[in-house]
């Protein structure tokens, strides 16, 4: 595997803050503390489905446990208090099978494509699914569906919504994304631009949701991405930039 550490930047030094070559994801807590996934327990080497995060102060001293989200994670967001987005591997079957069982004989049975993926390995199955975490009191909820693969998922700077992107499929995964916008009071999921785009970057503003997306239907999947703005209130499309005309 790599060797990866976490290294603090200002004013022109450079400062080591772990050593154990295996702190490769973290985030700010405050302006004090930085929090980041870590097995350092033989509980925690153990464990396949929880991760525990990590506190660790910048200004010097060691990293002490700080919670345990009950899901395989990937990546943690921040929302407000103790409440974060936790985008973490699940299964697309509810309950999920075995892992032993998923085997017939020497061969493995696949019912999608993808089937692997590099870094991944066997993705047979499996999804990315976004989640609610609560770190004060461990209540975890589902944002997303089992059968749908999230890209990308970001916090708007107001705190009030999340943006992601999707893909929902049973059999072959498509090209194309979702993009939903999620309300943090109400609960209630906007659904746009369902399965028209490639989307490859999008950016909250208060001037609107700017998104990098393809339509592939002049090129195919190497066609260019055209800068769109998207207006959550009524749903209208616009094209700032199409960079194949």
Request: charge should be negative; charged fraction near 25%.
């Amino acid at each position: 595997g790599y060797d990866s550490r976490l290294w603090l930047v200002g004013e022109g030094e450079v400062c080591p803050l772990t050593a154990g070559g295996e702190e490769r994801a973290f985030l700010w807590e405050d302006e004090g503390h930085l929090l980041f996934p870590a097995a350092r327990t033989k509980a925690e080497k153990e464990q396949t489905d929880a991760t525990t995060y990590y506190r660790l102060p910048v200004d010097g001293g060691e990293a002490v446990p700080a919670f345990t989200v009950p899901l395989k994670a990937v990546e943690l967001q921040r929302i407000e208090g103790s409440r974060y987005l936790v985008t973490a591997l699940g299964e697309r079957d509810d309950p999920a099978p075995a892992e032993e069982d998923r085997w017939a004989g020497d061969y493995q049975v696949i019912d999608e494509l993808p089937y692997w993926g590099n870094g991944a390995g066997f993705t047979n199955g499996k999804r990315r699914r976004l989640y609610l975490f609560d770190a004060q009191t461990g209540a975890c909820e589902p944002i997303t569906a089992p059968t749908q693969q999230v890209c990308q998922a970001r916090v708007a700077g107001c705190g009030r919504f999340v943006g992601y992107t999707v893909q929902g499929f049973e059999g072959v995964q498509p090209l194309q994304h979702t993009f939903c916008l999620y309300d943090l009071t109400s609960g209630e999921t906007r659904i746009y631009l369902e399965g028209d785009y490639t989307i490859l970057q999008f950016a909250m503003a208060e001037e609107g949701i700017f998104l990098a997306a393809a339509k592939n239907d002049r090129w195919g999947i190497d066609q260019n991405p055209e800068i769109l703005r998207l207006d959550a209130e009524t749903g209208e499309v616009e094209t700032l930039l199409d960079r194949d005309r």
